[in-house]
């Protein structure tokens, strides 16, 4: 045998105890955590949820697993008030150990440095969060449906979770969590966790406890005036008691998804699957809280049409928090397949057609955004350095990654890459992974295993380059192809209104119709639309979106008044964001004067997105 030098053997034992660690981890530009030294494995919360302060309050206690045991332990913060820090051998006995935070980054926060001794396990931090955290609203009774009780929620994707938990705030840090939530006693407390309570009894005092290691961005509350009703066997819905019916309505399917689901890519693994419908000033559409998916009421359209909604999030159950990616440059590993499954699983419970149709709107609006970018924006493992990873969700990662998977699909056959997909999940359970990672397993065991289909350097093309390759899926559908052709002979005054047979129309063709209208429609044409379809005054969220850009680019106005009043009473960032750009565009007075009236409402997050676009003077 040859001899080996000492430099071998001591990395030979850095990658033993590595491994023996479990992990070696990324490097994730927006955390200040150094896992590789000490990690933390567990988070024990004690809060006290403060309306009058807009304030949670109480200690954080977090487990900490030693690699380097001279490293102190590095927390991600932001605006959180510290009070002090312990330390721990047993969880019994604690000190008062040193701590410094330093100044706050603009995008990443302040980093806690905490000092550990010798023999320290444990570290609990007694702290407050800020009433501008940028991870919690904080509503009146005013901006609720029942508008007696206030409101609060968090939403902790990306980076947000520092700013209510002092923490290591990357998605490769995977933790399980307990917590003891005080609240007033006539509101209900619900988290992403086993807990939640589905006998509306109200204490003021609740414990929950989730028990599989999750990314931090997944820890989430609700507190207010929440009732829940059951779904299915597994599934229910909670939200405010005047929301409860025509929710439950609209979301009756979700029991069946679970099952479409489960049927191809294996069984769900967090127990059970429920919904909070929220408030309107929810800034997304959705979020993939585990037990407990966040929902904004705008997709509450009163005829199930825009449900694909929940199975996008509960989709990620699979993809995003089983598997989950290990930094925000992998975010389209958690989108894009998701959005894939998203369209697998609408396929399976309202078939094929309505699938195609969603693929086609979604190709669309990527195409278009696409046009817009520069090229180091096209590309799915994107490069954020230096940029606030919630600049990240476009439709890139989310339709992009799902036409790529779409793609290997069609290139491999359903049977094998859905085999694929399942032994991606089992293989990488509780795992967080980066774009390298799932490019290495796809190569072994999809690419190399049925050779001749794809080559490794087309799937990196589609992983590491700009565009849209052309080869490309190209989603079909014949109603949209004929409510496209409607359309534009409506435009071109071949074709009057009433002739056009809208009955069976849903949603999907609504929107195919007014998105195939050209850009300068006159007049005299948005208000023989209008008449006709009483669009100003239609209910449906997506298409009232759909119909107020319009009105906004065609300076029709009268929907001036309904484009104020979904302003000011949604705060959803999809559809505020683009309305705000083009109003701004037009008119920035009349944007200034709305957003002033809609700003208070709205979530930090919008908030942020907003204030850049309308400059009011
Ligand atoms: N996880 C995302 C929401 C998110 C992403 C929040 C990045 C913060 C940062 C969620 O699953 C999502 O994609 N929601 C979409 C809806 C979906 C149907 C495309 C949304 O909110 O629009
Ligand atoms: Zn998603």
Redesign the pocket.
């Known amino acids: 045998m040859k001899p080996r030098s000492a430099v071998f053997f001591a990395f030979a034992f850095l990658f033993a105890a590595s491994l023996a660690n479990g992990q070696k981890f990324a490097n994730d530009i927006h955390s200040y955590a150094d896992p590789n030294a000490v990690r933390v494995t567990h988070v024990d919360l004690d809060w006290t949820v403060s309306f009058e302060q807009k304030t949670i309050s109480g200690f954080a206690t977090l487990s900490v697993d030693r690699t380097d045991k001279s490293a102190p332990l590095y927390l991600d913060t932001r605006d959180l008030k510290i009070f002090s820090a312990e330390a721990s051998p047993d969880n019994r006995r604690y000190d008062l150990t040193r701590f410094e935070l330093a100044p706050a980054d603009k995008i990443l926060g302040s980093k806690l440095t905490v000092q550990l001794p010798a023999g320290a396990k444990f570290v609990r931090i007694y702290y407050s969060s800020s009433p501008k955290a940028s991870g919690l609203q904080w509503l009146s009774p005013e901006q609720t449906a029942g508008k007696q009780q206030p409101y609060m929620f968090s939403q902790a994707?990306?980076i947000h979770a520092r700013s209510f938990i002092p923490l290591q705030d990357s998605p490769q840090v995977r933790v399980t969590y307990n917590a003891r939530v005080r609240t007033p006693s006539d509101l209900l407390a619900v988290m992403s966790a086993e807990g939640n309570s589905r006998t509306n009894v109200r204490t003021g005092d609740y414990r929950f406890a989730m028990r599989h290691p999750i990314p931090p961005y997944l820890i989430a509350i609700g507190v207010g005036d929440i009732k829940f009703k059951s779904l299915g066997a597994r599934t229910g819905v909670y939200t405010e008691p005047s929301m409860l019916a025509k929710s439950a309505w609209e979301l009756a399917d979700t029991e069946k998804m679970v099952r479409a689901t489960e049927r191809v890519y294996g069984p769900y693994r967090w127990g059970r699957y429920d919904l909070l419908v929220l408030p309107p000033s929810f800034p997304?559409?959705?979020?993939?809280n585990p037990m407990l998916t966040f929902a904004t009421p705008t997709i509450l359209a009163g005829d199930r049409s825009l449900v694909?909604?929940v199975a996008?999030?509960l989709a990620?159950s699979w993809s995003g928090n089983l598997v989950t990616n290990a930094t925000w440059r992998d975010f389209w590993l958690?989108?894009g397949c998701?959005?894939y499954l998203?369209r697998r699983i609408i396929e399976a419970v309202y078939g094929v057609k309505r699938r195609e149709m969603e693929a086609m709107l979604g190709k669309r609006t990527l195409i278009s955004e696409l046009a817009e970018f520069g090229p180091a924006d096209q590309i799915l493992h994107v490069d954020l350095a230096g940029r606030d990873p919630?600049d990240g969700?476009t439709n890139v990662p989310?339709e992009k990654g799902a036409l790529f998977l779409r793609f290997l699909e069609e290139k491999f056959g359903r049977a094998r890459f859905d085999a694929f997909m399942k032994g991606y999940f089992n293989s990488h359970a509780f795992r967080s992974i980066t774009t390298e990672t799932f490019a290495d397993y796809l190569d072994r065991n999809l690419l190399k295993r049925y050779p001749g289909k794809v080559s490794r350097g087309e799937a990196d093309k589609w992983m590491n380059e700009p565009g849209l390759p052309s080869d490309a899926p190209d989603p079909q559908s014949d109603n949209f192809a004929k409510v496209a052709k409607e359309a534009k002979d409506y435009s071109n005054g071949a074709l009057a209104l009433n002739v056009i047979d809208k009955k069976a129309w849903t949603t999907q063709e609504w929107l195919q119709f007014l998105k195939s209208m050209p850009e300068g429609l006159s007049s005299a044409k948005m208000a023989n639309l209008d008449e006709a379809f009483g669009l100003t005054k239609a209910g449906n969220s997506e298409i009232s979106f759909q119909w107020l850009m319009m009105s906004i680019k065609t300076g029709y106005s009268p929907a001036e008044a309904k484009l104020e009043e979904f302003l000011t009473t949604i705060g959803r960032r999809?559809f505020v964001r683009p309305l705000f750009t083009e109003l701004a565009k037009k008119d920035m007075n009349r944007a200034c004067e709305i957003y002033r009236k809609a700003r208070p409402g709205y979530h930090p997050i919008t908030q942020s997105s907003i204030d850049p676009i309308v400059k009011c003077n």
């Open positions: 994707q990306a997304f559409g959705g979020m993939e694909s909604l996008h999030e990620h958690n989108e998701t959005t998203e919630d969700m989310y999809k």
